[in-house]
């Protein structure tokens, strides 16, 4: 199986030379200043555009994932420092009104934590993006409590729903977690497929050593459900011990753990700037039993050249990339009394440096300071 070139389908941009050489000349900031009605889109010198944003609610969960934050002395981010909602709403209406935004998946931190994210998303949904359409709202959380909210959040506008599920073992579920609340999150996949808001994903992380024997059972369980399981590369952005290049789980090896149990085929649908890799895969001891399995390989196989992403932190913080080591605030400028124009400058000024690549292969990478749960997956 040519695995390896389905999961790069794209030449990749992320190789920083080459990148430059090839587009940042034919690329001119100018070009994309503001025409007369005042709006642009996020481009940056390697000719991306940002089309999805990326909303962080809140830096707090109530889950401690060992790949994502330590057991304890993790600070949250003071009150005042955070967005309040209509913060939060008004750089949401610059990004879809002003700047080209047309999809926002909110996250966190655990968004489900955020009060009044009914509202937010109602706020949202009313919006209409520049070709006239209703932003396509996602939400990723790790499913506590959305099976009591599924139907309020629906109603708000939230269109499609991702959850986070490593494991279907109660006993790993714990150690990965820390906490006791696998019975919660299943009975919020239950919830999230009735309400039809088709498909959902379930996204896995797979950490050496700790799950990789759930992928099959993981793969099951979500096909049973009727659910898509995305299985995510564990990327350097949790507790620093938690990861190693040489010992993570690469897409290959858990497309080899499938292979053991189900015949994959790639999916025809065109990965664009989708991170997944989609796979139709039938049971090998019972053709009838079939599903999607999507596997995103952002550390073997970067989708860079094709990232259409901004992000904004809870804390009004522009982050142009996940491994961004550098940020642009926006919530003093929006405190200090900055208009919608100059927002939108700031913004689009940040997303222009976005760097070709991760270069999580890069001989200096250094991990960002800020931690996933604070920027937002
Ligand atoms: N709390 C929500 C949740 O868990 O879905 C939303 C925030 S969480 C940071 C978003 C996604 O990032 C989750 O699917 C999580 O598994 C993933 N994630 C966290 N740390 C990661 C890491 N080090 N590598 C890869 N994915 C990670
Ligand atoms: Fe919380 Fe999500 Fe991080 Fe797990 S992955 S600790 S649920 S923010």
């Not at 010198?45 to 109530?62: E, K, P, Q, W």
């Not at 949904?125 to 070709?131: S, V």
């Not at 949790?238 to 999916?267: C, H, N, Y």
């Not at 142009?320 to 400058?345: I, V």
Request: aromatic share 4%; charged share 25%.
């Amino acid at each position: 199986m040519t695995t390896r070139l389905y999961l790069s389908p794209t030449p990749p941009r992320n190789d920083r030379e080459g990148a430059s050489k090839s587009t940042s000349a034919s690329i001119k900031h100018d070009a994309y200043l503001p025409p007369a009605d005042g709006n642009r889109v996020l481009v940056d010198r390697f000719g991306r555009i940002a089309r999805d944003l990326r909303v962080s609610l809140t830096d707090r969960c109530n889950l401690r994932c060992t790949y994502c934050m330590p057991a304890e002395g993790l600070e949250w981010l003071p009150t005042e420092q955070t967005l309040n909602d209509a913060e939060v709403l008004r750089l949401i209406r610059i990004a879809v009104v002003k700047l080209g935004i047309r999809q926002i998946r909110f996250t966190g931190g655990e968004p489900l934590l955020r009060k009044n994210l009914e509202d937010i998303i109602a706020g949202t949904a009313a919006l209409r993006t520049d070709e006239g359409e209703k932003v396509h709202i996602a939400l990723t959380t790790n499913g506590l409590g959305l099976d009591k909210r599924i139907a309020g959040l629906k109603e708000a506008g939230l269109d499609r729903v991702n959850i986070s599920l490593d494991t279907i073992d109660a006993e790993r579920y714990v150690s990965l977690t820390r906490r006791d609340r696998l019975s919660g999150v299943l009975a919020s996949i239950d919830a999230a497929v009735a309400a039809g808001l088709h498909p959902v994903k379930i996204n896995a992380v797979v950490m050496p050593g700790v799950n990789e024997v759930d992928i099959v059972p993981l793969a099951e369980y979500c096909i049973s459900k009727g659910a898509q399981l995305r299985f995510i590369e564990q990327m350097p952005l949790g507790p620093r011990e938690q990861w190693k290049r040489g010992d993570m789980v690469t897409a290959e090896e858990i497309l080899a753990r499938l292979e053991e149990k189900f015949t994959l085929s790639p999916a025809k649908e065109p990965r664009g700037a989708a991170p997944a890799a989609l796979w139709n895969v039938v049971d090998k001891s019972n053709p009838d039993i079939t599903g999607q399995i999507g596997i995103i390989a952002s550390v073997t196989h970067p989708f860079c050249g094709d990232c259409d992403r901004s992000r904004l932190t809870t804390d009004g913080t522009i982050r142009n990339c996940l491994f961004s080591r550098t940020e642009t605030p926006l919530r003093d400028a929006l405190r200090d009394g900055a208009s919608d124009d100059e927002l939108a400058q700031l913004w689009a000024g940040a997303m222009w440096e976005k760097k070709p690549g991760h270069g999580i292969d890069d001989e200096g990478f250094l991990q960002p300071d800020r931690p996933m749960s604070a920027i937002g997956g």
